[in-house]
């Protein structure tokens, strides 16, 4: 496994052969900047919970998750709640979150995040564009700026949940937000899938990079689950999970199974008007499944708060 790149044997291990980051590693390039690590902890140091959302595999409901999980957070009016969208190349949480054509303000104490409700605001490199239909065309070293930027010159204030949309895959992005937070503090990481096998091959491989990273793995979420008649009720399989699905997947990666979300029309809908599906269709089996995923992440961030401080 990695050892890390703040370790004494980056770059030197057994498991760095083959690394392309091998030599950058050996030596020291790329270990976290101690004044950048405290400045960025010092940005941080008012998030009380955050949670990373990943998929190995685009397409899979992964932005729309997140958007949801900020939602239904914030629907407790007592709880502030961020959304970041790292995606870089992909932002589409402005869309979701009915927020086209924001722009992003600054102020003395740094950019302010654009505001979805007085308990919700969102960050996004979407807000960063002149239009929204320019490309961004930018290679990684820019892109990691951009994140570190995001958590080092926004003004999150005091925060319950920092919730980051990330890109699908293993890259750059995503050694980056690791690397960054791990100056401040990371619940862990709720992985999206869907049932098919095409899928899940690459969510494997998601699994296998947080092991590697150390970043601990909230649970599993199975998007498109089938889908429920609205009239007669009976469920369909649009995606035959032929491979066991992401239940039999957690049982061998010994992981929680966070729930199953069934397939609803609506929901995309709702994203495309920039509204929460949650309060749409409060009485979908959808909505139910969210609601029950959504509780159970906020009670793991909870226990893994306690138990750090119990440590401490």
């Excluded at 320019?134 to 925060?159: C, H, M, S, T, Y």
């Excluded at 399989?237 to 929680?256: D, H, L, R, Y």
């Amino acid at each position: 496994d990695c050892p890390g790149t703040g370790s004494t044997q980056a770059g030197r291990a057994a498991a760095c052969q083959g690394c392309p980051n091998q030599r950058l590693c050996a030596a020291g390039a790329a270990a976290p900047d101690p004044a950048e690590t405290a400045e960025l902890r010092e940005r941080l140091r008012g998030v009380k919970h955050t949670v990373l959302v990943l998929s190995g595999k685009g397409g899979v409901g992964k932005s729309t998750f997140s958007a949801l999980l900020a939602h239904g957070l914030a629907a407790d009016e007592t709880k502030q709640v961020a959304l970041l969208d790292i995606d870089i190349c992909g932002p589409s949480i402005p869309k979701m979150m009915g927020l086209e054509g924001e722009q992003v303000h600054q102020s003395g104490s740094g950019w302010s995040p654009v505001y979805v409700e007085e308990n919700l605001g969102v960050m996004s490199a979407g807000f960063l564009l002149s239009s929204l239909d320019d490309a961004v065309i930018w290679r990684g070293p820019k892109k990691n700026g951009l994140i570190k930027q995001f958590l080092r010159d926004v003004d999150w204030g005091e925060l319950d949940y920092l919730i980051v949309d990330t890109p699908p895959g293993t890259s750059d992005e995503h050694l980056s937000i690791v690397q960054y937070l791990s100056a401040a503090h990371i619940d862990g990481a709720v992985i999206i899938t869907t049932p098919q096998e095409v899928s899940l091959q690459d969510v494997r491989k998601e699994i296998n990079f947080c092991h590697k990273v150390k970043l601990p793995i909230i649970g599993v979420v199975e998007n498109m689950s089938g889908f429920i008649c609205p009239k007669c009720k009976n469920e369909s399989q649009i995606f035959p999970p032929t491979t066991g699905g992401a239940e039999k997947m957690c049982q061998n990666f010994n992981v929680s199974l966070l729930g199953k979300v069934p397939l609803d029309p609506q929901i995309g809908k709702s994203c495309d008007k920039g509204q929460s599906f949650l309060s749409e269709a409060p009485k979908s089996p959808a909505t139910l499944s969210y609601r029950t995923i959504i509780q159970r992440i906020q009670e793991y961030c909870d226990q893994h708060r306690f138990q750090e401080e119990k440590i401490i």
